[in-house]
């Protein structure tokens, strides 16, 4: 039917590239991105239908939006922030999802993805490390939870936590990739000059960007050109150039992954906290909250 239609009407009727799209989520960008035009996405959590944002009808029932929690020496970063929960007995924490294709009709193969991490008075006392939010492309066919990866039905590369230790919880990604040896994900620490080391109580800005590897032809094994890097407060904190994400072109960045998980298998011992603000998605570096002149 469409080859019935002038070219320049299906020109028209094209989905439009990501770049080229509105940014989703809350209406108020902050002041230094409003004049992007590569903003894909933007949640402040400062409005209540926040969950529509991610495609959700109502919050999860272990987040909610807060601006005071004296208990947990809470201090906002900019007015409202998500407050999450991970229950004792419990792993799961948080588990979000922004799907690029459902959202933008399409998904890309590199992206940026920044957001605001405070952990909670509570933290200190985890019982062990967990996952954070990062990527993934696991295409509810692997790349998590054991579910090994073979370079042509999914991957991913979440963030990462370890169990804290003197006051610290240092972060990392946590990915499962087409070399990866063993049944679960390989982890890599954010420790260049100790960045990656977060104390509680602190508000954070942790940027992350991902380009996936050259796809291989004709069946072949992709390149080991995939690549990922991590910031803290606009500092780089960890980069690797050399990762074989894939060897099919049909796996992308399918979503950027909102996932706080405590293990492993491990369930918390007692209430875990932290909060979560000012999350962006963009096609360029974005870096952290200006200063207001």
Request: charged content about 25%; hydrophobic content about 35%.
């Amino acid at each position: 039917m469409n080859a019935k239609l002038p070219p320049l009407l299906l020109l028209l009727l094209a989905p439009l590239p990501v770049s080229a799209q509105q940014h989703k989520g809350s209406p108020n960008l902050e002041p230094a991105l409003r004049q992007r035009k590569d903003i894909v996405f933007f949640c402040d959590f400062e409005t209540d239908d926040w969950p529509a944002h991610w495609g959700l009808k109502a919050p999860p029932a272990t987040a909610e939006t807060v601006s005071a929690d004296a208990a947990l020496k809470f201090e906002p970063l900019a007015g409202k922030a998500l407050k999450v929960r991970i229950p004792q007995g419990q792993n799961t924490g948080l588990n979000l999802s922004f799907f690029f294709k459902k959202m933008l009709g399409e998904e890309p193969e590199e992206i940026y993805f920044r957001y605001y991490v405070r952990f909670g008075d509570d933290w200190k006392d985890m019982a062990d490390g967990g996952k954070m939010p990062g990527f993934a492309g696991t295409y509810n066919r692997a790349g998590w939870g054991g579910r090994q990866v073979n370079g042509s039905d999914g991957w991913s590369a979440r963030g990462s936590y370890r169990r804290p230790r003197d006051g610290r919880t240092l972060l990392g990604f946590y990915c499962y990739h087409a070399d990866m040896r063993g049944r679960y994900g390989d982890i890599w620490g954010w420790d260049r000059e100790g960045l990656g080391q977060l104390e509680n109580n602190r508000w954070y800005c942790v940027e992350q960007y991902i380009k996936l590897n050259t796809p291989g032809t004709n069946g072949g094994r992709g390149k080991n050109d995939g690549i990922l890097r991590a910031w803290i407060d606009g500092r780089p904190a960890f980069e690797k150039t050399d990762i074989r994400f894939r060897d099919v072109d049909t796996l992308k960045v399918e979503r950027v992954w909102m996932n706080v998980y405590h293990g492993g298998t491990t369930p918390a011992r007692s209430d875990h906290h932290l909060f979560i603000d000012n999350v962006v998605i963009a096609r360029g570096p974005i870096g952290p909250l200006k200063p207001p002149r």
